[in-house]
């Protein structure tokens, strides 16, 4: 086939590849694809043949020069290629993709990266390309196989020309959600009045150059945060309440059906009364092995913080727990050994400590969203971007894997003040926490006495009490600095900025203005 008459190309076919390119098709665009191994391409094309009408509008290419001349020009490729880049000088697969293009693209020509790569390689990435003449964007991609296939949650970020190009493809691909209420549009849901096609689309412009794969990541670090919140809390009841998974579906049923409303308490529900298909007298979820994975990205946005100064202690602590959990055999040494409090049959009344727990998870995941918004309004002014936080909770959404009810809240207080700089200084936000907080202490505090691991419920707690905290203890942190290191302090009566020491030697001289 030499005629351009492909829309856009995809390299790179597992299987979000490969969903993503039917989600275009269906959208009437037709796709060309090319992959490394040619029988993973063929295979793809022939399964779909039959199964999926818009199939036809899909065009496998085995040789990577023919691929490329079907496309229409300016050319649109994605790559969905797995990256390892992480400081800006690494180079990886997505870079000997891009080595291989370039001989056959022409000035002009857009390159997609939808992976998850690291918002630093991204940044290098655009600023080598453009200097070539060619336009680089990165695009993070959040829904999983389904939302990939069905309507993802986009996040593009790259130069204003090339998104105007994307802009038509995306919106249509992108998942919808229904204006009025900010809940996600199902596809072929006969129950809502409100179609796809009148449905806000879960994408828009993020930003220059790095921008759509680092809220990406930081979308990551909250799904990190939130899906471990989530675990506490059944920890919690499984432990000081003794509730069956199956009895505890029901709980996070009820919880979804309010302000707790989201993708992953839906999936929690459903995983919760799942029997294990080898031996149906047993609950799922006790036969899977306590020992969580990870890719990266929720380590990547604990770092930035780090580097950012920003005390994202809860999304840390996530990351810090998969740690733990991966350390099984350990713990299985040391549960033999290390002694802790044993727990009563009754620790209170059963109802209560569930709602107790479900204010605890709410709070907590307040001040995770927090955080994760914190980081991001400092990244924009590290990185040089402007980032529209509105839109940025708009898009999440639907279609992402954070996508929760509550996030239409935290939209409403970015459109009602742009400049927030906390969401707990929020209106709405305040008000939940100020209500939920003595649940939340209350958790927290059995889990300590009675020796129940909740780090996330503990680092958001923490997190929220110093933040409201006029003077913490930062003053004799630096004094001692000051004393061992001569490292200067300010103090409480001067201007801020002013740098004293004090000569420890002889420190009753006066103080010595640095």
């Not at 020009?73 to 990256?83: A, M, N």
């Not at 990351?319 to 959990?325: D, G, P, Q, Y």
């Not at 529209?388 to 809240?409: D, S």
């Not at 927290?444 to 110093?466: E, K, R, S």
């Amino acid at each position: 086939m030499s005629d351009a008459t492909c829309d856009i190309g995809l390299i790179g076919l597992a299987v979000m590849g490969q969903n993503l390119v039917l989600n275009m098709a269906d959208h009437g665009y037709t796709v060309a694809v090319y992959n490394r191994t040619t029988s993973v391409m063929e295979e793809f094309i022939a399964s779909n043949k039959a199964e999926e009408p818009s199939a036809e509008r899909v065009i496998g290419f085995p040789e990577l020069a023919d691929f490329v001349k079907s496309l229409k020009k300016p050319r649109k490729i994605i790559l969905l290629v797995k990256s390892t880049a992480v400081l800006p000088s690494d180079r990886d697969a997505v870079d000997k993709v891009i080595d291989g293009l370039l001989p056959l693209l022409d000035k002009d020509d857009i390159i997609i990266d939808g992976g998850n790569s690291n918002w630093n390689a991204t940044i290098r990435r655009e600023k080598e390309l453009a200097s070539q003449g060619y336009r680089f964007f990165g695009s993070g991609v959040s829904g999983g196989e389904l939302g990939a296939r069905f309507g993802p949650s986009l996040m593009p970020g790259g130069s204003e020309s090339a998104w105007k190009e994307l802009e038509p493809i995306w919106m249509d691909i992108a998942a919808k959600v229904d204006p009025a209420t900010g809940k996600p549009i199902e596809r072929n849901d006969p129950t809502n009045p409100v179609t796809r096609d009148e449905g806000e689309p879960c994408t828009t412009y993020i930003g220059a150059n790095g921008a759509g794969h680092y809220v990406k990541m930081v979308h990551n670090g909250i799904e990190y945060i939130d899906m471990q919140l989530i675990c506490e809390a059944y920890f919690l009841m499984k432990n000081l309440l003794g509730i069956d998974p199956g009895e505890m579906s029901e709980v996070f049923g009820k919880w979804n059906e309010g302000e707790l409303d989201s993708f992953l308490m839906e999936i929690t529900t459903d995983i919760l009364q799942q029997r294990d298909p080898a031996n149906k007298d047993n609950w799922f979820v006790d036969v899977v092995l306590d020992t969580a994975g990870q890719k990266g990205t929720g380590k990547w946005t604990s770092q930035n913080a780090l580097d950012l100064g920003i005390p994202a202690n809860a999304m840390a602590e996530a990351v810090f727990a998969r740690c733990l959990s991966a350390i099984k055999d350990e713990r299985v040494a040391a549960s033999k050994v290390l002694e802790g409090p044993t727990i009563p049959d009754n620790v209170g009344d059963k109802a209560e400590l569930i709602d107790a727990i479900q204010q605890a998870l709410y709070c907590s995941k307040i001040v995770s969203y927090a955080q994760g918004f914190q980081l991001m309004t400092e990244a924009q002014n590290e990185y040089g971007w402007e980032l529209n936080f509105a839109e940025i909770a708009k898009i999440f959404r639907g279609g992402c894997i954070i996508r929760a009810r509550f996030l239409q809240k935290i939209t409403e207080a970015y459109e009602a003040d742009p400049k927030l700089v906390n969401l707990l200084l929020n209106d709405y936000f305040k008000d939940a926490v100020h209500k939920g907080q003595a649940a939340w202490r209350k958790v927290i505090g059995l889990a300590v006495q009675y020796g129940i691991p909740v780090p996330a419920f503990g680092a958001a707690l923490a997190y929220y009490d110093g933040y409201r905290t006029a003077t913490v203890p930062a003053n004799l942190l630096q004094a001692q600095r000051d004393y061992f290191g001569a490292h200067t302090y300010e103090r409480v009566d001067q201007p801020r900025g002013k740098k004293f020491h004090v000569d420890w030697p002889e420190a009753d001289r006066p103080q010595l203005d640095a």
